[in-house]
């Protein structure tokens, strides 16, 4: 193995080890009693700390105990949102006594807090015929517990209870007796209203009834809103196997290593997931395969899993319905190679699941906007007889009429979302405009520019995860910039390194606080091009007479007219993150869409990302087809735009 290659390959090791490994406690599961992070929020000694009915409880032998015909709420002088207490409770024969949780500071704790959670003598005569809610570990008058695991009187007993949002578990004696959600219950026990129960902040406290019940070892630990998982994974094509769906040269070598890096933030309801692969594209069945692992592996919802690929050439395109129309002709593996996909998602579904254990507090979101100099320049080109084409392509630099001609409409900004616990920084986007390829076609498999501008900026920062995605840039290209040299390669790489160093320095932070998911379904239209309408399709897929390449496109029209046919849309994503709002495209949508993102959202700023589900191929604006756009790789048709605005208005008008 040569001196460069074992370097990448060590690179690529570190890499994998920041997603899987990255720092931070494991999500707690029953039984373990991990105390990382805990504090005692009774001394032992007298009553610091704590307001109320201070008058109703004493201490005795290091122990909190309300007295005998008195009580009330004895509660904290610090609030409280998200946390996980732990205590120990002795109940007396017919002891009655409850947790509040997010007091307000008065009324009762049963319906003016968020809850009481109930502590009483289960078998107490007394008792025997009480409404479920009113037993131990019972959200009171809401939730009923699981009854049987309560200790016999005069023995201590251990309890845990988690508040996440308007979600509560109790945990009894090691056994979970609860795991429900306030914010879904509509009936309450006899009928009475519970005006506190959306309650997001207040103070821990007990609601004492007269008995004498004792407390012991009280704990506290409050936890963060928000709580982030990063991975990465090797998805390096095997050598023979196709780039770019219908490149005529199979991989002969591997450059650098393709990788997929993603994250998955907790908190926000459901987990969201977001992966961005060094492949060409995901298409179709496999982009629903892709989306379903992931959710599964993480507990969510595939419209809450934003995959991207980035569009290297040198890269494969991967269409579950195009290979079956394929398998069906005989060109099984033709276009990728199933089980080496396959496989690829099992170890994805895996490392994800794995990488969830290791969850990561985030308390601020970060955003940076920085300059990339010399990068991007538009396909399109006027002659001067006012002739519009749109043939400046990705390596085109080494004709003075490309090179010459004015950059064109793109966006010069790279766009950076951040992911920090404290002041240190977990993770960075980013995200950029431009077609990520130098040169290609020649077998070489590489992540390009951008991947090897992402790898060299992560070298400087072992302990943050660097992620790139490309932009909305169907009709970007390095073109004006790149002559296809590996000069000229390293060059592009260097800018694009320049301006992701720059953005950690230029980074706004803001509290994490809220993250808002919307997403909307969007209908493109099917290209009314004669040459891709089915029964072409159909005789060309058929004929094997023709190239492979040109039946490889047909088999991918034809997967797309499918799509159309079944009326499945696509899921146009928005993550409003409040400091910056993340939006996914689908396909080759072109830059001026990230334009038209902005005009929808003046006042906070728009990260797109292009390459969602990619079976549309390009996506012009409806400029760009005026102006008579028209390539092999358009199966998007006339009012694109109008359903892409239609989406983007309805994604930020919530």
Same mark, same amino acid.
């Given at each position: 193995?040569?001196?460069?290659?074992?370097?990448?390959?060590?690179?690529?090791?570190?890499?994998?080890?920041?997603?899987?490994?990255?720092? !931070?406690?494991?999500?707690?599961?029953?039984?373990?009693?991990?105390?990382?992070?805990?504090?005692?929020?009774?001394? !032992?000694?007298?009553?610091?700390?704590?307001?109320?009915?201070?008058?109703?409880?004493?201490?005795?032998?290091?122990?909190?105990?309300?007295?005998?015909?008195?009580?009330?709420?004895?509660?904290?002088?610090?609030?409280?949102?998200?946390?996980?207490?732990?205590?120990?409770?002795?109940?007396?024969?017919?002891?009655?006594?409850?947790?509040?949780?997010?007091?307000?500071?008065?009324?009762?704790?049963?319906?003016?807090?968020?809850?009481?959670?109930?502590?009483?003598?289960?078998?107490?005569?007394? +008792?025997?015929?009480?409404?479920?809610?009113?037993?131990?570990?019972?959200?009171?008058?809401?939730?009923?517990?699981?009854?049987?695991?309560?200790?016999?009187?005069?023995?201590?007993?251990?309890?845990?209870?988690?508040?996440?949002?308007?979600?509560?578990?109790?945990?009894?004696?090691?056994?979970?007796?609860?795991?429900?959600?306030?914010?879904?219950?509509?009936?309450?026990?006899?009928?009475?209203?519970?005006?506190?129960?959306d309650r997001t902040q207040g103070y821990?406290?007990?609601?004492?009834?007269?008995?004498?019940?004792?407390?012991?070892?009280?704990?506290?630990?409050?936890?963060?809103?928000?709580?982030?998982?990063?991975?990465?994974?090797?998805?390096?094509?095997?050598?023979?196997?196709?780039?770019?769906?219908?490149?005529?040269?199979?991989?002969?070598?591997?450059?650098?290593?393709?990788?997929?890096?993603?994250?998955?933030?907790?908190?926000?309801?459901?987990?969201?997931?977001?992966?961005?692969?060094?492949?060409?594209?995901?298409?179709?069945?496999? +982009?629903?395969?892709?989306?379903?692992?992931?959710?599964?592996?993480?507990?969510?919802?595939?419209?809450?899993?934003?995959?991207?690929?980035?569009?290297?050439?040198?890269?494969?395109?991967?269409?579950?319905?195009?290979?079956?129309?394929?398998?069906?002709?005989?060109?099984?593996?033709?276009?990728?190679?199933?089980?080496?996909?396959?496989?690829?998602?099992?170890?994805?579904?895996?490392?994800?699941?794995?990488?969830?254990?290791?969850?990561?507090?985030?308390?601020?979101?970060?955003?940076?906007?920085?300059?990339?100099?010399?990068?991007?320049?538009?396909?399109?080109?006027?002659?001067?007889?006012?002739?519009?084409?749109?043939?400046?392509?990705?390596?085109?630099?080494?004709?003075?009429?490309?090179?010459?001609?004015?950059?064109?409409?793109?966006?010069?900004?790279?766009?950076?979302?951040?992911?920090?616990?404290?002041?240190?920084?977990?993770?960075?986007?980013?995200?950029?405009?431009?077609?990520?390829?130098?040169?290609?076609?020649?077998?070489?498999?590489?992540?390009?520019?951008?991947?090897?501008?992402?790898?060299?900026?992560?070298?400087?920062?072992?302990?943050t995860l660097q992620i790139y995605a =490309?932009?909305? =840039?169907?009709?970007?290209?390095?073109?004006? +910039?790149?002559? !296809?040299?590996?000069?000229?390669?390293?060059e592009l790489t260097q800018k694009i390194?320049?301006?992701?160093?720059?953005?950690?320095?230029?980074?706004?932070?803001?509290?994490?606080?809220?993250?808002?998911?919307?997403?909307?379904?969007?209908?493109?239209?099917?290209?009314?091009?004669?040459?891709?309408?089915?029964?072409?399709?159909?005789?060309?897929?058929?004929?094997?007479?023709?190239?492979?390449?040109?039946?490889?496109?047909?088999?991918?029209?034809?997967?797309?007219?499918?799509?159309?046919?079944?009326?499945?849309?696509?899921?146009?994503?928005?993550?409003?993150?409040?400091?910056?709002?993340?939006?996914?495209?689908?396909?080759?949508?072109?830059?001026?869409?990230?334009?038209?993102?902005?005009?929808?959202?003046?006042?906070?700023?728009?990260?797109?990302?292009? +390459? !969602?589900?990619?079976?549309?191929?390009?996506?012009?604006?409806?400029?760009?087809?005026?102006?008579?756009?028209?390539?092999?790789?358009?199966?998007?048709?006339?009012?694109?735009?109008?359903?892409?605005?239609?989406?983007?208005?309805?994604?930020?008008?919530?």
């Amino acid at each position: 193995m040569s001196l460069a290659r074992l370097s990448l390959v060590i690179i690529c090791a570190v890499i994998l080890g920041v997603g899987i490994t990255h720092v !931070g406690h494991a999500q707690q599961q029953e039984p373990n009693l991990d105390e990382s992070g805990f504090r005692p929020l009774f001394n !032992g000694k007298d009553l610091e700390g704590w307001q109320g009915a201070v008058d109703g409880y004493f201490v005795e032998n290091g122990e909190l105990v309300c007295k005998q015909g008195s009580g009330g709420v004895l509660f904290t002088t610090e609030e409280f949102a998200d946390f996980e207490a732990r205590l120990e409770f002795l109940l007396p024969p017919g002891g009655n006594n409850g947790l509040a949780l997010r007091y307000p500071g008065q009324g009762r704790a049963s319906v003016d807090a968020m809850c009481e959670i109930q502590i009483l003598d289960d078998e107490a005569e007394k +008792y025997k015929a009480l409404d479920p809610r009113q037993y131990t570990g019972a959200v009171y008058g809401m939730i009923a517990p699981q009854r049987g695991h309560l200790q016999p009187v005069g023995q201590w007993n251990e309890m845990r209870v988690r508040v996440v949002g308007p979600k509560i578990s109790v945990h009894l004696n090691g056994h979970t007796i609860l795991d429900g959600d306030v914010s879904k219950v509509t009936e309450f026990k006899d009928n009475q209203a519970h005006p506190g129960k959306d309650r997001t902040q207040g103070y821990f406290g007990f609601a004492g009834h007269d008995d004498p019940v004792r407390f012991r070892n009280i704990r506290i630990k409050p936890l963060p809103k928000f709580e982030l998982c990063s991975f990465s994974l090797d998805v390096t094509i095997p050598i023979g196997h196709r780039c770019m769906g219908i490149l005529p040269q199979k991989s002969k070598s591997v450059t650098d290593p393709l990788l997929a890096h993603g994250f998955a933030l907790f908190g926000a309801e459901k987990p969201i997931a977001i992966v961005a692969v060094d492949w060409c594209e995901i298409r179709n069945g496999s +982009y629903d395969l892709w989306r379903d692992t992931i959710a599964k592996a993480l507990g969510t919802t595939r419209e809450r899993v934003l995959v991207s690929s980035l569009h290297q050439h040198d890269a494969p395109v991967v269409d579950h319905d195009a290979a079956r129309l394929l398998d069906e002709v005989g060109l099984t593996n033709e276009l990728f190679d199933a089980e080496f996909h396959a496989d690829v998602l099992r170890r994805l579904s895996e490392t994800i699941r794995v990488s969830a254990t290791r969850r990561i507090p985030v308390t601020h979101f970060g955003y940076a906007e920085t300059k990339v100099v010399d990068v991007a320049s538009n396909r399109r080109m006027v002659e001067p007889n006012g002739k519009v084409h749109f043939s400046r392509g990705s390596s085109s630099g080494k004709e003075a009429i490309f090179k010459q001609a004015p950059a064109g409409l793109i966006d010069e900004k790279l766009r950076t979302l951040s992911f920090w616990n404290g002041d240190q920084c977990l993770l960075e986007y980013h995200a950029y405009a431009t077609h990520p390829m130098s040169y290609y076609g020649r077998g070489e498999v590489t992540s390009d520019f951008v991947g090897l501008a992402r790898q060299r900026r992560q070298r400087d920062r072992l302990d943050t995860l660097q992620i790139y995605a =490309s932009g909305c =840039s169907g009709d970007v290209t390095a073109g004006k +910039y790149n002559d !296809g040299t590996p000069q000229a390669r390293e060059e592009l790489t260097q800018k694009i390194y320049d301006a992701m160093k720059g953005a950690t320095a230029a980074t706004h932070r803001v509290a994490a606080e809220h993250v808002a998911f919307h997403t909307a379904p969007l209908n493109i239209p099917y290209s009314s091009d004669q040459s891709l309408q089915k029964e072409t399709l159909l005789r060309e897929l058929q004929d094997s007479t023709l190239p492979t390449e040109k039946r490889i496109l047909a088999a991918m029209g034809l997967a797309s007219i499918g799509r159309v046919e079944r009326k499945q849309a696509i899921d146009f994503p928005c993550l409003d993150f409040g400091i910056a709002k993340l939006m996914l495209f689908p396909g080759e949508s072109f830059v001026g869409y990230q334009f038209i993102a902005q005009e929808y959202s003046p006042n906070v700023p728009v990260i797109p990302v292009g +390459y !969602g589900e990619c079976w549309t191929g390009y996506i012009p604006t409806d400029a760009a087809f005026g102006d008579g756009f028209n390539e092999s790789w358009l199966w998007a048709g006339e009012g694109s735009e109008s359903a892409i605005r239609e989406a983007i208005k309805e994604v930020t008008s919530r």
